[in-house]
């Protein structure tokens, strides 16, 4: 039987803030860049894991209210930080990991993204860092 | 240094806040979501006081 999996309340939380309430959207990849190994004698192109380059991208409301989006993100931009989603807001399992990256960078801020009749939202996206996965119970 | 917790979104407002070690506290501050701990007079600061002051009445007993 097919399982699928339906997520409507994941955390987020940006240098230990808690976003989940203004977070829509995010997504976490885990890359590691393809070196190619292919050599003479080989019938098919080959490759082996380089260096580690993860990527999490948030869709967040954007509020300018004290201890929101604004007041979590202004002073990170341009700076190394670590972010965590986790599938649900309960505690780290097997079942329920938490993804972190340790020292990711953020290299964009749109400090302003708006539309006439429509709540702000920004895209913002986190670039490498350490990827750690905890499915202990703190 | 000991900060308490002023916003929800990083725990419990009023208690105090112990960082995990990379986490960016100048962030924090800057942002408004805790405090130096001393800037934030609490109630439960206060038992220790009378505390203190009960001790000499037990040891008359």
């Known amino acids: 039987m097919a399982s699928a999996t339906y997520l409507s309340n994941p955390k987020v939380t940006i240098n230990s803030v808690d976003l989940q309430d203004m977070c829509s959207a995010a997504t976490l990849n885990v890359v590691f860049e393809a070196l190619e190994d292919t050599a003479f004698g080989s019938t098919q192109r080959t490759y082996v894991s380089g260096l580690g380059n993860h990527e999490l991208t948030l869709t967040l409301y954007m509020s300018y209210a ?5 007041a979590t993100l202004s002073t990170l931009v341009g700076t190394q930080t670590t972010v965590r989603v986790q599938p649900t807001s309960a505690v780290d399992s097997a079942t ?4 972190i990256l340790t020292g990711t960078y953020l290299e964009t801020l749109p400090v302003l993204n708006a539309s006439l ?6 895209d913002i996206t986190f670039q490498g ?4 996965v905890d499915t202990t119970n703190p | 240094m000991k900060y308490r917790i002023v916003s929800p979104r990083v725990g419990t407002p009023g208690e105090i806040y112990e960082p995990e070690v990379w986490v960016n506290i100048g962030v924090l501050l800057s942002g408004g979501f805790i405090v130096p701990a001393e800037d ?7 038992p220790a006081k009378t505390k203190g002051k009960t001790k000499p009445l037990s040891e008359e007993n």
Do not use: H, M, R, W
Request: hydrophobic content about 25%; glycine content about 12%; proline content about 8%.
């Open chain 1, 66 to 70: 004290a201890s929101e989006t604004y």
């Open chain 1, 96 to 99: 329920n990991p938490g993804f």
């Open chain 1, 117 to 122: 009749g429509e709540l702000s939202t920004i």
């Open chain 1, 129 to 132: 860092g350490a990827y750690t």
């Open chain 2, 40 to 46: 934030v007079p609490q109630e439960d600061d206060k």
